[in-house]
């Protein structure tokens, strides 16, 4: 079956770095994305990949390994406006996203 | 901006009622989805749409209908509501052009309890 694995929970400090981190298994891979859900809002995009690699956006950076099913996302700098949910989502072999349950995300002063 | 707009944010109904859920979009998206959100789950699409008048089933759509008579307009329906669809509704929509990146858009989301 198609499923994607990643902590319920994380905890960090403001002006920190927090890792969090996805693996995830699907019936073909067409890309891995990771959105940001602010406690009663709409989730919102963040980042997208499908090569290997890191890709940096100014403070967040994710990285993918298609090799291992892995991702992550990197959040430096960390300040109260980032804590949310992450929820990562990976594309299958139909285009269809297959999401996690998502991280929340407690940024603590 | 991208903006989805669900009609509600929070809806209280009896079980055994019929409810519509409805959901806008302003960018003249092609795709439009129906997702529900529990705690402790990933998202689980229900219903999508590709095109007006177009709808696949997605995971979950016991129980759900869909309407999309307008490119703009994407309805959810519940038959008859029960307990056990009680839930966050999220709509979303998504450009057609790169089927890959293809990024969706979310609405706040609608909390309906079934009582």
């Known amino acids: 079956g198609q499923n994607i694995d990643q902590p319920t929970e994380m905890t960090a400090t403001e002006g920190a770095i927090v890792q969090i981190n996805c693996t995830y298994q699907t019936s073909g891979f067409n890309g891995l994305f990771w959105y940001q859900q602010h406690a009663g809002e709409a989730p919102t995009f963040l980042s997208y990949n499908v090569l290997d690699g890191l890709e940096e956006k100014g403070r967040f950076s994710s990285f993918l390994s298609r090799s291992k099913g892995y991702s992550y996302l990197l959040l430096k700098e960390l300040q109260m406006k980032d804590s949310a949910s992450y929820l990562c989502?990976?594309?299958?072999?139909?285009?269809?996203?297959?999401w996690g349950a998502g991280t929340k995300l407690i940024i603590k002063p | 901006d991208v903006k989805v707009t669900q009609s509600s944010r929070y809806l209280v109904k009896r079980t055994g009622e019929k409810v519509f859920l409805e959901c806008v979009q302003d960018?003249?998206?092609?795709?439009m989805f129906w997702y529900r959100q529990d705690p402790g789950l990933g998202l689980r699409l229900i219903y999508f749409?590709?095109?007006?008048?177009?709808?696949e089933k997605g995971d979950i759509p016991e129980g759900y209908s869909v309407s999309r008579e307008k490119k703009e307009r994407f309805s959810l329906i519940l038959e008859s509501a029960s307990t056990n669809q009680t839930s966050m509704y999220l709509c979303?929509?998504?450009?057609?052009?790169?089927?890959?990146?293809?990024?969706?858009?979310f609405g706040a989301g609608t909390r309906l309890s079934v009582l």
């Open positions: 979303a929509s998504s450009p057609g052009t790169d089927i890959a990146k293809n990024i969706q858009y």
């Open positions: 749409s590709y095109d007006v008048k177009m709808k």
């Open positions: 960018m003249d998206h092609e795709n």
């Open positions: 989502a990976a594309l299958d072999s139909n285009y269809q996203l297959i």
